[in-house]
């Protein structure tokens, strides 16, 4: 993995992460930085779920054509967490 994919990653997670933030109702309290791990980590989970059931994506986060599905699965991926992660790790 060379420079630029690991930049390519870190700006899509940073997308993907915001996104599935304004989404999920309610107040997260997420820096930068956990924002954009979480949006990378959305993305493997959805892409994990989706290749179980239609196969590996072939490019992901590609804008042309039809790979909308990567960004699309990346999005619902983050969403989960940014919902399930203060549930597993409530500190009450």
């Known amino acids: 993995m060379g420079i630029g994919s690991l930049i390519s990653w870190m700006i899509c997670g940073l997308i993907v992460g915001l996104i599935a933030r304004l989404l999920v109702p309610g107040r997260q309290k997420m820096g930068f930085v956990m924002t954009m791990l979480t949006g990378i980590a959305g993305a493997l989970v959805g892409g994990f779920l989706y290749s179980m059931f239609q196969g ?7 804008m042309d054509q039809d790979n909308w599905y990567g960004w699309t699965v990346s999005i619902l991926g983050a969403m989960l ?6 549930k597993v790790f409530s500190r009450t």
């Open 56 to 62: 590996p994506a072939a490019r992901p986060f590609a």
């Open 81 to 86: 967490l940014v919902w399930l992660c203060p």
